[in-house]
């Protein structure tokens, strides 16, 4: 390295970097360079990609607990003491509040967990229980470890949670600092002992190590991605879980795809691309209905493919276009759908195409098709896109969406919407095809001391999640401010607990709420005690927008950005006639000033948009 | 004992005579919830912050906070309700909380499942009731139960009257709760407190919990002995010549903590009616200034006596009182259950007592409880009494209204207990889940599933109309009284229970635990031989805790010893 010229590498990065390479094989320093050189051309491309944060884990000491009662949690803390009294600077935390991400780089770790209920993890380690005896934990090879098991051996699952935790750590690759604690109800005997041995192994290990040994990822990173919307790529589904309560009138999902070994990669306000396949149910009605079979071979286009798979796969048949209207109208000589097609009728066209899926104009309107016809009138099926709700510098190579499930009733039988049926239904072996849809409009301002403004109800909080994400992870110093609305407080918050905890560690400053469904009981006079029954009036987030008008249009004026996504039919239109009176109203200026105002900033992109 | 005061008792000095952060909790519109520390205060004010527990995982991976809600107690001493308060609780069940009523082990209401934003409408509207709910719980004197006795009309009524001074008089003074819940004006702001004192308590209040609780022999429906302060009734010449004075009960035990564990209040004494207050006060003050402030483990009156001596508190009270206590006045209980069906009064009147499972009144089924007694309260003139085993008694019916009154009970399914089986009968169980925070295995929602288990094997040995009382807790807690059944199941775990035995029939010894942390196979196991030999071998009339001794299958509980650590 010495005759190379070396830009802004302070002396300390240098001999970290030194120091690191020392102990890599010829093999594994070829690897490096091309991943660098990766790494760089990416940078140059545009922001700064996933280092995972290094930290000083090497020489990290620590400490997690699991606790129910209180026993593991005193014990730890105990521990910690006696680390600290040992010279070993050790960082005390709960299981919950510990980063799992981290878990990759960790050197030493000492972990204490009580078992519940009927051997099951306590409510604060019940995440990271999941997570290390789930599939996407990582090897753990530079692992060093000890684990202290809390428990009651008149219960037939005795220390079962601790016991687990320590046999799979092994497994992963990591190396005992001392076997197994198991602690009866007499506790603090048991943990001396194991927290003597255990301190005492790893006084030792810390004074032979070298420089600490890197885990090798498992397979290069190429330096730009084969895939794309015509290749995309087999995203192996990590997560695919319901996010609003058992009792939510409408089904939404977070849903976590991996990217690992794609080479793709995503900036927060991207979209990712989803190629569904159609609901085999609602295929086999189409079959029914049509009388046809399914198995017959058809060709079309030069490609032979039995029906079935035509409908399933290659054709749209949830989304009805007038194409497919005038085919049905003269494949069954129906002349009032022909005449639907007139420009005089286009209001009863549209209320067509906004109510009825094709299935119910096959139903009303039968006719006898030829495949290949049928096959000629409709469009090939289209991906859908997804905001992409996840930051890469906080989850590294996996994709995360918020998918509100169409799954409804009309005309008297089940509807569904195609991606978001096939995202549903997505079991956590399976795989999605997706690809990367960069959304260059919709992007973070550069400069991370700009404030933020984010209006996003329902699934439309989705891109805010990575923008939090980002701005946490990036140590952005502007203001976050998130405008969240849905149905209902109890059922349909989503990443309730994920704001929350925002809020409490400042990367989020303000999140003002409306739940359109909840009656305003707390406003009605205490003395009502009918409140409920008379109280029915809907809050929506352009309400909370002229609320906090005065602060709102203070943000605006210290140069902070302005983000809208969701529902393109009504909320858009509404949050921006709210923008432009709050303008208005708090700029003294004249409506249409306040628009062209917000005109301005759109063209700035510091009003950017993304509905559907 | 060690001197660091806890952080309990931190919070209440900085809590500005209970306020705390509670209102601004309210107001936080991004979570169901309100601050940690707010939630002990929010005790003092009657209410307990809970969430379904039936929902919690579900909800984590829903990355949805836990279903919070919020628990009333309200403050009804004696247990005594009148018919236009029971609609006004009946509505507050339908409209704000669970859609049930809640009789609890101290006779008086829970609500369950408030949401937060409605918690105030709901205490607002108990209040125009004519009732309250503050100090229901907390580090106070808690709700003042006495004796639902409804034939010793005269003696009833006297006692009634001094459970209601006394719960009137020893509430908590703090404008906290009207400020925060009925929008009463600011005594103080963020500010340190103007005028504003609590004269018995002090701004830090009691260690611990206080309960008192009133009996009229031969009925000890109350379980006087596991009161802090017990009251008995001395009735001579159907005149209240006064009481004799009981400390020191308490069942509230930790598993494995040899340091904690249940204890019947010691009789230190006679007062007269003109010196009960006196004494009732001189007794909290001194457990006020000596109980343990460290440790809330061993807070309760019960330790702080076994700690410094029952004759050095005698002593200290006498000192403070001015006077020394008259010695004990005799007195004789006979059992500690309801009697069920109507009864006639001293004064003529009728009273009616409906036997009501774990003290839960909805509408299940045929079981149209909540409903019925909506119906009742409509047309009853007289009042009604909740009782400390979570029944309900419909008091003071005129002769000529019986029959009116009877076919409401008939048409809602409230005469269940006519064809019921004794120990169902006797049977009571804490609410445990999906509610209780601290429940670690199922109680009130087990009780179903488990009686007919017992019935069957007690019907196998004719024992089906045999009164044996069964009390069940989800935890140690012992909020059934436990430690006072003939049969208690303690809860250990989901599934898993302590099995204890040998308590008598009128709440005056404690059982012992018979077989530890087993699950339900266990337990039928352990009682079917026991029952073979009760059937065959009880003298008439004795009770099944009595007999187990009597047999030898038990021995009599060593007189508990004081562990060293509580000794100063
Ligand atoms: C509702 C009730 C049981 C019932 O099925 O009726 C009850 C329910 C609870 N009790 Fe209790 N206790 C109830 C009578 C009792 C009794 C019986 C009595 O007082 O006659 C006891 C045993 C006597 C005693 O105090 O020792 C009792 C001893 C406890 C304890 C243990 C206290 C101790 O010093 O050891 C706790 C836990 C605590 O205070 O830390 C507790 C705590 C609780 C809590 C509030 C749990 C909590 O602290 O979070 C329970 C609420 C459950 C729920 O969802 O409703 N409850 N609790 C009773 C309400 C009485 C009332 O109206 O005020
Ligand atoms: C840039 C962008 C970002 C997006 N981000 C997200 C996101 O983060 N989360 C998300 O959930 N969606 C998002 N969408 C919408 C998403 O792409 C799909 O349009 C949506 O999931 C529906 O697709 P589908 O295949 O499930 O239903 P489709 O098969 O496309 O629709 C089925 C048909 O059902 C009918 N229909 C649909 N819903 C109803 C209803 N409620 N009542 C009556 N008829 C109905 C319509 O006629 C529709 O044509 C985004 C769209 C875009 C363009
Ligand atoms: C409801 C409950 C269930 C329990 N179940 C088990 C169990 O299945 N196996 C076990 O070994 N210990 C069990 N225990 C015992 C606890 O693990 C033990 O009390 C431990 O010290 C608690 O530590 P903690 O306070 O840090 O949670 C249980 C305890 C409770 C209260
Ligand atoms: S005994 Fe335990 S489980 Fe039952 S109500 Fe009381 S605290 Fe809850």
Redesign the pocket.
């Known amino acids: 390295m010495s005759n190379l010229a070396t830009p802004d590498l302070d002396a300390e990065k240098l001999a970290r970097l030194t120091r690191e390479l020392e102990s890599l094989t010829a093999a594994q320093l070829y690897w490096v360079a091309a991943w660098s050189a990766a790494q760089a051309e990416q940078a140059q491309r545009s922001s700064p990609v996933v280092v995972a944060p290094a930290g000083r884990a090497a020489e990290r000491l620590t400490i997690l607990y699991g606790s129910q009662t209180g026993n593991a949690k005193r014990i730890a803390g105990q521990l910690a003491n006696r680390a600290e009294a040992a010279g070993l600077p050790a960082r005390l935390l709960r299981a919950d509040a510990y980063p799992q991400r981290e878990l990759a780089q960790e050197r030493h770790l000492l972990l204490v967990i009580s078992t519940q209920g009927d051997g099951e993890p306590p409510d604060d380690a019940r995440g990271l229980f999941e997570f290390i005896t789930g599939k996407r934990v990582p090897k753990l090879p530079a692992l060093q470890f000890a684990v202290l098991g809390l428990g009651d051996s008149s219960y037939p699952q005795f220390c079962t949670i601790g016991r687990q935790l320590d046999a799979r750590l092994a497994e992963l690759g990591a190396t005992r600092l001392s076997a197994f604690g198991e602690a009866d109800v007499e506790i603090e005997a048991v943990a001396a002992l194991w927290a003597e041995q255990a301190l005492a192994e790893l006084r030792e290990r810390l004074k032979q190590v070298g420089p600490p040994v890197r885990a090798t990822p498992l397979h290069a990173v190429p330096s730009r991605s084969t895939y794309s919307r015509e290749q995309p790529f087999a995203a192996p589904v990590l997560a695919n879980q319901r996010i609003v309560a058992r009792d939510s009138a409408r089904d939404v999902r977070h849903v976590e795809l991996s990217l690992e070994g794609s080479g793709l990669h995503y900036q927060p306000g991207d979209a990712l691309g989803v190629w569904p396949r159609n609901p085999s149910a609602l295929v086999e009605q189409w079959l029914e209905v049509l009388r046809l079979d399914g198995a017959q071979e058809v060709t079309c286009q030069g490609r032979t493919l039995p029906l079935r798979q035509w409908l399933g796969c290659e054709r749209e048949v949830t989304r009805l276009h007038r194409g497919f209207i005038a085919a049905l109208a003269a494949a069954g000589g129906h002349d009032e759908l022909a005449r639907l097609l007139q420009p005089e009728q286009s209001p009863q066209l549209a209320a067509v195409l906004a109510d009825d899926q094709p299935i119910d104009l096959l139903r009303r309107y039968p006719a006898t098709w030829q495949p290949e016809a049928l096959l000629a009138a409709l469009r090939p099926l289209a991906p859908r896109l997804y905001s992409i709700a996840s930051s890469a510098k906080a989850v590294g190579e996996e994709v995360h969406l918020t998918v509100a499930v169409v799954d409804y009733q009309a005309h008297g039988s089940a509807h569904w919407g195609t991606a978001s049926a096939f995202l549903a239904a997505a079991d956590e072996d399976g795989k999605v095809p997706v690809f990367i849809e960069p959304n260059e409009r919709f992007r973070l301002p550069a400069d991370g001391s700009r404030d933020i403004i984010m209006i996003g109800p329902g699934t439309g909080v989705a891109p805010f999640r990575a923008f939090v994400q980002e701005r946490r992870e990036s140590g952005a110093t502007g203001r976050n401010w998130l405008f969240f609305g849905n149905r209902h407080f109890a059922g349909d918050f989503l990443y309730q607990v994920e704001w929350q905890q925002a809020l409490k560690d400042g990367s989020l400053h303000r999140l003002d709420l409306a739940f359109s469904r909840d009656s305003a009981f707390s406003e009605s006079p205490h003395r009502d005690v009918r409140g409920v029954a008379r109280d029915s009036h809907k809050v929506y987030v352009q309400q909370r927008l002229r609320e906090q008008g005065a602060e709102l249009y203070e943000w605006l004026k210290g140069g902070a950005h302005l983000y809208v996504c969701g529902d393109s039919k009504y909320m858009a239109r509404d949050v921006h006639a709210a923008l432009v009176d709050v303008i208005a109203a708090h700029g003294n200026q004249l409506p249409d000033e306040a628009q062209s105002w917000l005109g301005e900033l759109l063209q700035q992109g510091r009003y950017a948009r993304d509905v559907y | 004992m060690t001197t660091k005061l806890s952080h309990f008792e931190h919070l209440k000095a900085a809590s500005r005579f209970l306020r705390g952060g509670i209102a601004e909790g309210l107001a936080d519109p991004v979570t169901g919830a309100i601050g940690d520390d707010d939630t002990k205060l929010l005790k003092f004010h009657g209410s ?1 912050q ?1 969430d379904d527990r039936d929902l919690r995982e579900e909800r984590r991976k829903q990355k949805l906070e836990p279903a919070y809600a919020f ?1 009333l ?1 309200a403050r009804l001493p004696g247990g005594v309700v009148t018919p236009a308060q029971w609609l006004v609780f009946d509505r507050i069940a339908r409209e704000h909380a669970n859609g049930s009523l809640r009789i ?3 006779q ?1 209401f ?1 609500w ?1 499942g408030i949401i937060k934003r409605k918690l105030k409408p709901t205490i607002a509207a108990i209040h125009d009731a004519l009732a309250t709910t503050i100090a ?2 907390g580090d106070v004197v ?2 003042v139960v006495s004796t639902a006795n409804p034939v010793e009309s005269a003696a009833h009524a006297e006692a009634y009257a001094w459970a209601t001074r006394l719960s009137a008089e020893l509430a908590p003074k703090t404008r906290a709760y009207h400020e925060i819940w009925l929008d009463g004006e600011k005594l103080h702001g963020d500010a340190h407190p103007v005028e504003e004192h609590e004269p018995l308590y002090g701004a830090t209040y009691l260690p ?2 206080f ?1 008192i609780g009133l009996a009229i022999p031969p009925l000890n429906d109350v ?1 006087v002995f ?1 009161q802090d302060l017990g009251l008995i009734a001395i009735v001579e010449q159907g005149v209240l010549s006064g009481f004799n004075i009981a400390v020191g009960g ?3 035990v930790t598993h494995d903590d040899a340091s904690t564990y249940p204890r019947l209040a010691s009789v230190i004494g006679f007062a007269t009616p003109e010196q009960l207050f006196h004494v009732a006060e001189a007794v909290i003050g001194v457990q006020r200034d000596w109980g343990d402030r460290a440790e809330r483990q061993h807070a ?1 009156l019960k330790y702080t006596l076994d700690r410094r001596g029952l004759d050095v508190f005698k002593a200290e009270l006498e000192s403070r009182l001015g006077f020394a206590l008259a010695t004990p006045r005799e007195y004789r209980f006979a059992h500690n259950g309801d009697r069920y069906g109507w009864v006639e009064g001293r004064d003529g009147n009728w009273h009616l007592t409906l036997h009501i499972e774990s ?1 839960r009144l909805a509408d299940v089924g045929e079981r149209r409880w909540l409903s019925g007694l909506r119906e009742l309260a409509k047309v009853h003139t007289g009042d009604f009494r909740l009782t ?1 085993n ?1 029944n309900v008694i419909v008091a003071n019916v005129a002769t000529a209204e019986r029959e009116r009154i009877d076919a409401i009970v008939r048409e809602h399914g409230l005469d269940a207990y006519r064809k019921q089986s004794a120990i169902r009968r006797h049977a009571i169980a ?2 445990a889940l999906p ?4 429940a670690m295995a199922e109680s009130e929602r087990y009780l179903p599933a488990l009686l007919p288990k017992l019935e069957t094997l007690l019907e196998r040995h004719d024992l089906a109309d045999a009164p044996i009382l069964l009390r069940l807790s989800g935890c140690p ?5 436990p430690y006072l059944g003939e049969i208690a199941l303690v809860g250990r775990g989901p599934g898993r229970y302590d099995l204890r035995l040998g308590a008598d029939f009128s709440g005056q010894r404690l059982n012992q635990v018979y077989r530890e942390n087993v699950d339900e196979a266990a337990i039928l196991d352990a009682l079917d031989p026991l029952f073979v030999r009760y059937a065959t071998e009880r003298t008439d009339g004795e009770g099944f805790g009595d007999f187990l001794l009597r047999a030898g299958i038990l021995v009599p509980p060593p007189s508990r010893r004081i562990p060293a650590e509580l000794v100063a």
């Open positions: 307990y809970q628990m107690r609890t082990t101290r008086t829970q369950h229901a719980c808690r709700n611990r919990k309960k379980d596991a308490g069942m509230g309760r003290g400390c979570q804490c609410v509610t209780c925070g601290l807690n012992g909020c059934s009284r």
